[in-house]
C-alpha cells in the first residue's frame, strides 16, 4: 500500500508541476495555494453536484433516506480506515497494508447487512401479525 500511495503522490506532484508550467506560460502567475483554491474548488463543486443528484435521487425510493445514510457511512469509513492505515506508517506503530482498509471496510458492510437483515425480520414480522389481524377481524365481522 505504501507504494501504491507514494505512486498516487508521484503521479499528483507530476501534474501539480505541469499545471504550474501551463499556468506560467499562459502569463498566470498561479501560486501553489492559488492551484490549490483553484482545483479543489473545480473537484469539490463537481462532486457536490454529482452527490446532490444521487441523493435526490435516492431520498425518493422508499429505502432512500437509509441508502443516503449508508453511503455516507461508507463515506467517513473509507478516509477512516485510510487515515488509520497512514497513521500506521507514519509513525510505523503496525504495518502498512492496502488489505487492512478493505478488511476494515468488509467489517462495517457486514455488520449493516446484519442491520438490514434484523430491521428486514422486523418488517416481515410486523406485515405478518398486521396481516394476520385483518383477516381475523374480518373474519369475525362476517360471522
Known amino acids: 500500500m505504501k507504494e501504491g500511495i507514494t505512486f498516487i503522490a508521484e503521479v499528483i506532484n507530476n501534474l501539480h508541476d505541469?499545471?504550474?508550467?501551463?499556468?506560467s506560460d499562459l502569463g498566470f502567475t498561479l501560486s501553489d495555494k492559488d492551484l490549490?483554491?483553484?482545483i479543489m474548488g473545480i473537484i469539490g463543486i463537481f462532486v457536490f453536484f454529482f452527490v446532490y443528484i444521487v441523493s435526490k435521487?435516492?431520498?425518493?425510493l422508499?429505502?432512500?433516506i437509509t441508502?443516503?445514510?449508508f453511503f455516507y457511512t461508507l463515506t467517513f469509513m473509507f478516509v477512516l480506515v485510510f487515515a488509520i492505515e497512514i497513521q500506521q506508517a507514519i509513525t510505523n506503530r503496525g504495518h502498512m497494508e492496502f488489505i487492512?482498509?478493505?478488511v476494515g471496510l468488509w467489517g462495517y458492510i457486514v455488520f449493516f447487512l446484519i442491520y438490514i437483515g434484523i430491521a428486514a425480520l422486523f418488517l416481515i414480522t410486523k406485515y405478518f401479525f398486521q396481516y394476520v389481524f385483518r383477516n381475523?377481524?374480518?373474519?369475525?365481522d362476517s360471522d
Do not use: E, N, P, V
Open 18 to 23: 505541469m499545471l504550474i508550467g501551463i499556468t
Open 62 to 64: 422508499k429505502f432512500g
Open 100 to 102: 487492512d482498509a478493505i
Open 136 to 140: 381475523k377481524d374480518k373474519t369475525l
Open 57 to 60: 435521487i435516492l431520498s425518493k
Open 67 to 69: 441508502a443516503l445514510a
Open 36 to 38: 490549490h483554491f483553484w
